[in-house]
C-alpha cells in the first residue's frame, strides 16, 4: 500500500510538471497569433498587469478579512441580491432571436411542448446530441405555458440565471478551501468570476452551453462535501447518487459536463482504498448509465429514427473526423462534412468517417494542425458567446461588447483575452507551486487535484474533437476555480518572503 501511495505521489507531480510544459506551450503559441489581430504585446503586459492588481487585492483582502468574516452572511445576501437584478436585467435586455442550432433547438422544442406543428426532426437525425437537450427546452416550455408565463422563454432564462447563482455560490465554497485567508479567497475568485462577460451573454441563449452551465461544478461541490464526512449510513449512499443523477442530466444535456465526474473518478482510484472506490463508483456512476439508457432508448421512439440512413451522422466519428480538418472548426467547405452528407445508410456513414480518421490520423502529431487547433480552442476568452448576439431586440451593453458588430467590441476582444491569458497563467503557477508542495500523507487534496484534471480534461476534449472555443463555457467556474489555486500558492509563497525579509530587517535593530 505504501508503495502505491509514493507512487500516485510521484506520478500526480510528474503529470503536474507535464502540464506545466503543455499549458506554457499553448499560452506561447497563442499569443503569438492571438484571435481577432489583439496585438501579442498587450497580451503579454496586460495579463502580467491582471496577475499583478489580482495579487495585490489578495493582500488588501487579508486586511480586512475580520470584516469578511464577521459580516459574511450579509455580505453574501446583498451580493446576490444585486448580482441576480443586473444579471437578469442584462438578459432580458440582451434578449438574442434564435438561430442556426440554437434557432433549430427552440423550433423542436415549440413542437414536442404542443405550441406549433412541425419540427427539423432532420436536423435532430444529424446531430443527435442535441436531441435529450431540445426534449429538456420542451419540458421548459411545457411548465412555463402551464404556469400561463406571458413568453416561454422566462423560464429557461430563469434556469440559466439560477445556475449561474448556484455556480457562484460553489466556486466561493470551494475557494475558501485553498488557503488559510478562507474569506478573502472565496469572495476574490466570486468576484472574478461575476465580472466576466460572456456570462451574461449567454444567459439569454437558449442552448447547450448554458443549460448545462452549473452541473459539472454543483455536483462536484456536493459529491466532495458527502466525500469529506465520510458517513457510512444510507445518507451518505442517497446524496451520492442524486449526485449522480445531477452529472447524468447534464451529460445528456452537454456530454463535457461530465469530465468532472471523470476527475472525481481518477480520484478516488488513485487516493483511495477500495471499499471508497467501489463505493463512490457504484453509487454515483450508476445513475450517469442509468439515465442514459433510458434516454437513448426514448430517442429510439423519435421521429429522428425515420431520417438515419438520410440526414443522421454518427456523432463520435462526425466531430473526431471534422476536427482533423484545417484548423479543426467547421468550415462549410469541409471535404469530409460534405462528403459524409451525401453517403446513404448509417453503416456506410461510419465506414467512411472512420476511413477518414484513420487516412487522417496523423494530423493528431502534425505540428501545424495542432497549433492551428490550439489557437481556435485557447486564442480567445470570448467562449463564443457571440454565437447568441447575432440577431438581437435591444443593442445594450452586453450587445455592444460581445456582438461583430458592437461599438465596444475592440475593447471588450483585448479585455476578454487578455482576462483570459491571465487564468490560464494562474492554472500554469498553480502547477508550477503545487509540484514543490511537500505532504506526509502523500495524498493531494481532491478540491485542488479536481479543478485542474477538469481543466486538463476539457482541453484535451477540444483538441481531440471538433475545435470549438464555446466548447470550454460549461467549464468556466472550473476554469476560475484552478486559477484560484494559483492565485493563493503565490500570495502563500509571497507573505512568507515578506515575513523573512521584515523579520531579517527586524534582526538587523535588535
Not at 449567454?202 to 452551465?213: G, I, P, R
Request: glycine share 6%; net charge positive; charged share 15%.
Amino acid at each position: 500500500m505504501k508503495n502505491k501511495v509514493n507512487l500516485t505521489w510521484k506520478g500526480w507531480k510528474a503529470f503536474l510538471v507535464t502540464y506545466t510544459i503543455v499549458m506554457m506551450f499553448i499560452i506561447t503559441i497563442c499569443v503569438m497569433e492571438t484571435q481577432e489581430r489583439v496585438p501579442a504585446t498587450l497580451m503579454i503586459i496586460y495579463p502580467l498587469i491582471g496577475i499583478v492588481i489580482i495579487i495585490g487585492m489578495t493582500f488588501f483582502g487579508v486586511k480586512i478579512e475580520h470584516f469578511l468574516d464577521k459580516h459574511e452572511k450579509k455580505l453574501l445576501f446583498a451580493f446576490f441580491v444585486l448580482y441576480t437584478i443586473a444579471t437578469v436585467r442584462f438578459t432580458l435586455h440582451s434578449r438574442g432571436i434564435p438561430t442556426n442550432d440554437s434557432e433549430s433547438l427552440v423550433s423542436g422544442a415549440y413542437y414536442m411542448a404542443g405550441l406549433s406543428d412541425e419540427a427539423n426532426w432532420q436536423y435532430f437525425a444529424r446531430f443527435s446530441n442535441n436531441t435529450m437537450p431540445m426534449v429538456f427546452l420542451s419540458i421548459l416550455f411545457r411548465i412555463a405555458a402551464w404556469l400561463k408565463f406571458s413568453d416561454v422563454y422566462y423560464l429557461p432564462w430563469a434556469l440559466n440565471i439560477v445556475q449561474v447563482l448556484c455556480t457562484l455560490y460553489c466556486v466561493y465554497k470551494l475557494g475558501k478551501r485553498v488557503s488559510k485567508h478562507g474569506s478573502v479567497s472565496g469572495w476574490l475568485v466570486m468576484g472574478m468570476m461575476a465580472i466576466y462577460v460572456p456570462i451574461w451573454a449567454h444567459t439569454q441563449s437558449l442552448y447547450t452551453d448554458a443549460f448545462s452551465f452549473g452541473f459539472g461544478i454543483i455536483a462536484f461541490y456536493i459529491w466532495l462535501q458527502n466525500y469529506e464526512k465520510r458517513k457510512n449510513g444510507w445518507k451518505y449512499w442517497l446524496i451520492n447518487i442524486i449526485v449522480g443523477v445531477i452529472w447524468g442530466i447534464g451529460f445528456q444535456i452537454k456530454a463535457t459536463s461530465v469530465i468532472s465526474l471523470i476527475a472525481v473518478v481518477i480520484y478516488i482510484v488513485l487516493f483511495e482504498h477500495w471499499k471508497l472506490i467501489l463505493k463512490n463508483v457504484v453509487a454515483v456512476v450508476c445513475p450517469v448509465l442509468v439515465i442514459g439508457f433510458i434516454c437513448s432508448n426514448y430517442m429510439k421512439t423519435l421521429p429522428i429514427m425515420e431520417h438515419q440512413d438520410t440526414w443522421a451522422f454518427p456523432v463520435v466519428e462526425y466531430f473526431i473526423g471534422l476536427g482533423l480538418e484545417a484548423d479543426g472548426s467547421f468550415q462549410l467547405d469541409s471535404e469530409f462534412f460534405n462528403t459524409l452528407s451525401g453517403v446513404w445508410g448509417m453503416e456506410e456513414k461510419k465506414a467512411y468517417a472512420r476511413e477518414f480518421i484513420m487516412e487522417n490520423i496523423s494530423q493528431f502529431w502534425n505540428p501545424e494542425h495542432m497549433i492551428a487547433k490550439a489557437r481556435v480552442n485557447f486564442a480567445s476568452g470570448k467562449m463564443k458567446a457571440d454565437d447568441f448576439m447575432q440577431i438581437v431586440e435591444h443593442e445594450g451593453f452586453v450587445y455592444n461588447c460581445v456582438s461583430y458588430t458592437g461599438a465596444y467590441r475592440r475593447t471588450y476582444r483585448t479585455y476578454v483575452a487578455a482576462y483570459w491569458y491571465m487564468l490560464l497563467e494562474f492554472i500554469v503557477i498553480a502547477c508550477v507551486l503545487r509540484t514543490f508542495v511537500k505532504n506526509n500523507s502523500k495524498k493531494e487534496s481532491p478540491f485542488v487535484f479536481v479543478p485542474i484534471m477538469s481543466v486538463c480534461g476539457i482541453m484535451m476534449y477540444v483538441m481531440i474533437f471538433e475545435a470549438n472555443n464555446r466548447q470550454l463555457y460549461n467549464h468556466i467556474p472550473i476554469i476560475f476555480s484552478a486559477a484560484n489555486i494559483g492565485i493563493w500558492e503565490l500570495h502563500s509563497k509571497l507573505e512568507m518572503l515578506a515575513l523573512k525579509c521584515k523579520n531579517k530587517v527586524g534582526g538587523r535593530y535588535e
